[in-house]
């Protein structure tokens, strides 16, 4: 059954804290992505990554940081330094081609600070 | 930075008429994707039209592209309770690397049956 999980489903962090969200696929996508969704709006691009070992910043990378060890998996991080990180987190991944950049959604994390 | 607008941001219909919505970008295309996201889940791509397109379809869906006017309509036929979602336009711009996309604001449907 092939897809794109992230967990945890709801996340509660107190102030100060870093707080590590999981997204994996088995669609063998080279691309990943890590969006922002605050209410009402639309997506905010944080950081994504074309490739093993490799990532970019996207607009609102600021108290967010990434890392891509394994084609798998692109976990994210944030960081106390976030001032207002309340939000819901998606991750997506795709095939990057002349085919077409279709980008297949996780369900989402739902980060809330205390 | 948000390249897509989308118009309505909010529109409210009953079950079996037709919805549209409109959506406008700023830089040139490679192509225009259309998602669904129901309230609280993750989004869910629903079809994807080529700069060199002008109209496809899929289902009940009918997307149209202007290059010319850098806008974009979804039109949903004979729409149903189940249609009930928030509708984004994203765009592929022109030179973009690593196949980001850009998302509109969205237009939040609602249905009533």
């Known amino acids: 059954d092939g897809g794109i999980t992230q967990s945890p489903k709801y996340l509660f962090r107190k102030e100060g804290q870093n707080v590590t969200l999981s997204c994996e696929q088995n669609?063998?996508?080279?691309?990943m992505y890590w969006y922002r969704q605050d209410p009402g709006q639309g997506l905010r691009l944080i950081y994504y990554?074309?490739?093993?070992?490799?990532?970019q910043k996207g607009d609102i990378a600021e108290g967010y940081s990434v890392s891509r060890e394994k084609k798998e998996s692109f976990p994210l991080t944030v960081t106390s330094a976030q001032k207002n990180p309340t939000a819901f987190y998606l991750c997506?991944?795709?095939?990057?081609?002349?085919?077409?950049?279709?980008?297949?959604f996780g369900p989402g994390t739902r980060l809330t600070v205390l | 930075s948000q390249q897509g607008e989308e118009d309505p941001q909010a529109l409210s219909i009953q079950e079996g008429e037709n919805a549209t919505m409109n959506c406008s970008y700023k830089?040139?295309?490679?192509?225009l994707q259309w998602y669904r996201q129901n309230s609280g889940r993750g989004l869910v791509h629903l079809i994807l039209?080529?700069?060199?397109?002008r109209e496809k379809h899929s289902g009940r869906l009918r997307v149209t592209l202007d290059t010319s006017k850098k806008s974009s309509s979804l039109l949903i036929t004979a729409s149903r309770a189940a249609d009930t979602a928030s509708y984004f336009c994203?765009?592929?711009?022109?030179?973009?690397?690593?196949?980001?996309?850009?998302f509109g604001q969205g237009t939040e449907l609602s249905v009533k049956p």
């Open positions: 994203a765009t592929d711009a022109r030179g973009n690397q690593g196949g980001k996309l850009i």
């Open positions: 039209i080529r700069s060199n397109e």
């Open positions: 830089t040139s295309i490679n192509n």
């Open positions: 990554s074309q490739i093993v070992n490799d990532f």
């Open positions: 669609l063998n996508h080279d691309a």
């Open positions: 997506a991944s795709s095939i990057i081609g002349s085919g077409g950049n279709e980008q297949f």
